[in-house]
């Protein structure tokens, strides 16, 4: 019997947005950039605009379908920047689920669970941030 596996959310939902950010409007907000990831860039003079999406749990919706739950974070010196980065974020992982793909895996669906909202990081005083969280229903890999 084969192996069902849950596919890397987060992994899939930063190729999907990597590809897609820079063609609208955020040239610099990649992964090869490092100003797009899973972790806040650490170093001391930090981009002035960058995102990251993080797993936040989830759930198993049938034997070969997950329902994980990512949140989208955007930060940026201007807030209506911020805004924008993250309503941005959604839009692109609303239309990969149109499509049926996200960064190369097979999703289903995409329910915007909160939408953008202002939400300051006590650890990057200096960015605005907005934050947004999605439930996307992504098929299992197999082994």
Do not use: W
Not at 38 to 59: H, L, N, Q, W, Y
Not at 67 to 80: G, I
């Amino acid at each position: 019997m084969e192996l069902l596996i849950p596919t890397d959310a987060e992994v899939a939902a930063l190729d999907e947005l990597s590809e897609a950010l820079p063609v609208h409007g955020f040239p610099g907000i990649t992964k090869a950039a490092q100003t797009l990831g899973t972790k806040i860039p650490t170093s001391t003079t930090k981009p002035d605009e960058f995102g990251r999406v993080v797993g936040v749990g989830g759930a198993g919706r049938d034997l070969v379908t997950d329902s994980p739950l990512l949140t989208l974070e955007a930060f940026a010196k201007k807030e209506q920047r911020a805004r924008d980065l993250c309503a941005l974020m959604v839009a692109i992982i609303e239309r990969a689920a149109r499509a049926g793909t996200l960064g190369g895996a097979v999703i289903y669906a995409a329910r915007i669970v909160g939408l953008p909202a202002n939400l300051p990081h006590p650890q990057v005083p200096d960015r605005f941030r907005f934050t947004a969280t999605v439930s996307v229903d992504l098929r299992r890999t197999t082994a």
